[in-house]
């Protein structure tokens, strides 16, 4: 069992930056690859970034490649995502989870969830 809970979520300009950060506790945090995504209102929900159990492997979907960076320190189980260039096409609720295994891209392979953080980038 693993637990959780993302922070960092707020409002923000167009072109500015945000941090959001991703505590877990509860289990063996770096056995797991830990993704983002994010929801918009009536849109499905959206693969943003995802970074392997040790840290040496990441990926972006398109729409935030070259803008979001992902990163993890172990040593305190917590996963960060780094937003530039914010548009308001961001603008959702991102999510945290883990990945035991399975395929990164489908949401449904992910064991574990927060509760989410709210990204509103005005313009």
């Known amino acids: 069992q693993v637990q959780l809970v993302e922070s960092g979520g707020g409002l923000v300009q167009a072109g500015g930056s945000l941090r959001l950060s991703c505590a877990a506790s509860?289990?063996?945090?770096?056995?797991?690859?830990v993704g983002w995504f994010r929801q918009a209102p009536g849109k499905e929900r959206e693969f943003v970034s995802v970074i392997n159990w040790s840290g040496s492997q990441t990926y972006y979907g398109d729409s935030v490649k070259g803008r979001f960076t992902i990163s993890r320190d172990n040593a305190k189980s917590t996963v960060s995502l780094q937003m530039s260039d914010l548009n308001p096409e961001d603008t959702a609720v991102y999510y945290c989870?883990?990945?035991?295994?399975?395929?990164?891209?489908?949401?449904?392979?992910?064991?574990?969830w927060g509760q989410g953080t709210q990204v509103t980038v005005s313009s």
């Open positions: 989870a883990a990945l035991s295994t399975g395929h990164y891209l489908d949401s449904d392979e992910y064991d574990y």
């Open positions: 509860g289990g063996a945090f770096t056995s797991y690859h």
